[in-house]
C-alpha cells in the first residue's frame, strides 16, 4: 500500500487538538479545566502517528515521492509533514525539551525548502487555475502555525521568519482559491473537506501574529473574518455524510483546532460570556471531528483487513 501524502494531516489534527485544549485550558482556569487526561493523549497520539507515518511513507519509493512533489493536485499537501512535525514538536516540549527543539528545527527547514520548491512551480507558469486546490494553504502559508509551538520552545526569532513568509503568501493565496471557488471547476466530493483549510489563515495569523507582535488590535478582525467562514462551511458541507470518506476528511481537523485556538486566544482577551462560550463551542466542535474522523479513520483500516 502507498501511503497518501494526506495522511500527514491526521497528525496535523490529533497533535493541533491536544494543543488547542491546553490553550483553553491557560485561557480560563477559573471556568474550564482541561485535564490532563484529555489534552495528552491527542499530543501523544499525534506523535505515535507521525512516527508510524513517516517509515510508511519513505517506502513508497523515489518515483511516487516525486508525484507527490511534482503534481499540483499533491503538492501542497506534502507541507502538512513539516507542519504535524513542529506541532508534535509544541506538543512534547514540556517533556523532551532538547528533542523538541531539534525536531522543531527539521520542520522549519523542511517546510522552508517545500516552500521554495513550491513558488518555483508557481512561478513557472503552465498550472491551470482548476490546479490551484486548498491544500496548497499548507505549503504555502504553513508558517503561521510554526510560531505556536516555536514560541513555548523559545525560537521566536526562527518563528517570526516563518511567520512572515506565509503571512505574506497568505492574502493571494486566498484570494486565487476564493477565484478558484467562483469560476474553476468544482472540487470532487471526495476532496471537498479541504476547503475547511480556508480557515487556517484568518485563525492563526490572528492568534499567532499577536502572540508575535502583541498590540496589533487590528488583527482581530481575522478572528471574526474565520467565524462567518467557518459557519459558510458547514453549511456548504452538509451533505458530507455522502461524501465517500478518505484521507481529505483530515482536513475537516486540523482547520477547527486553529479556529478553536484563535477562539480560546479571543476570549482571553476578551474575558465576556459570549467569547468564552464561542471558544468552548468551537473546541468542542474541533473534538467532535476529530474523534469522528479517527474512529472512522480506524473503522475503514479495520474493514479493508477484514
Avoid at 74 to 89: I, K, N
Avoid at 114 to 124: D, F, G, K, M, P
Avoid at 130 to 152: A, H, K, Q, R, T
Avoid at 153 to 165: Q, T
Wanted: charged residues 10%; proline residues 7%.
Amino acid at each position: 500500500m502507498k501511503l497518501h501524502v494526506g495522511f500527514f494531516g491526521a497528525v496535523m489534527g490529533l497533535a493541533g487538538l491536544g494543543l488547542t485544549a491546553r490553550a483553553a485550558a491557560s485561557v480560563w482556569p477559573g471556568v474550564f479545566k482541561a485535564p490532563a487526561y484529555f489534552t495528552e493523549p491527542w499530543v501523544l497520539l499525534g506523535a505515535a502517528t507521525l512516527a508510524v507515518l513517516i517509515p510508511l511513507y519513505l517506502m513508497k519509493g523515489l518515483a511516487s515521492l516525486k508525484e507527490d512533489f511534482t503534481n499540483p493536485m499533491l503538492m501542497g499537501f506534502c507541507g502538512a509533514l513539516p507542519v504535524g512535525m513542529s506541532l508534535v514538536a509544541g506538543g512534547l516540549g514540556p517533556y523532551l525539551p532538547a528533542f523538541s527543539q531539534g525536531l522543531w528545527w527539521v520542520a522549519f527547514a523542511l517546510l522552508t525548502a517545500c516552500q521554495v520548491w513550491a513558488l518555483i512551480r508557481l512561478l513557472s507558469g503552465g498550472l491551470a487555475i482548476g490546479d490551484i486546490n486548498p491544500g496548497w494553504l499548507i505549503i504555502l502559508v504553513g508558517g503561521i502555525v510554526l510560531p505556536g509551538p516555536g514560541l513555548s520552545l523559545g525560537l521566536g526569532d526562527a518563528a517570526r521568519f516563518s511567520f512572515g513568509i506565509s503571512a505574506t503568501i497568505a492574502p493571494i493565496l486566498m484570494a486565487l482559491l476564493f477565484y478558484r471557488a467562483i469560476t474553476g471547476p468544482a472540487l470532487a466530493e471526495a476532496a471537498r473537506p479541504t476547503w475547511f483549510i480556508l480557515l487556517v489563515p484568518p485563525s492563526l495569523v490572528y492568534a499567532n501574529g499577536l502572540a508575535l507582535f502583541p498590540g496589533v488590535i487590528f488583527l482581530e478582525n481575522l478572528f471574526y473574518c474565520a467565524l462567518v467562514l467557518a459557519v459558510a462551511l458547514l453549511v456548504v458541507s452538509r451533505g458530507l455524510s455522502r461524501w465517500p470518506f478518505g484521507p481529505a476528511w483530515w482536513a475537516f481537523t486540523f482547520p477547527l483546532d486553529a479556529l478553536a485556538y484563535a477562539a480560546a486566544r479571543h476570549a482571553q482577551d476578551h474575558p465576556a460570556a459570549l467569547w468564552m462560550w464561542i471558544s468552548g463551542a468551537a473546541l468542542l466542535l474541533a473534538t467532535f471531528f476529530v474523534a469522528l474522523v479517527l474512529v472512522r479513520n480506524a473503522l475503514h483500516l479495520f474493514s479493508k483487513r477484514l
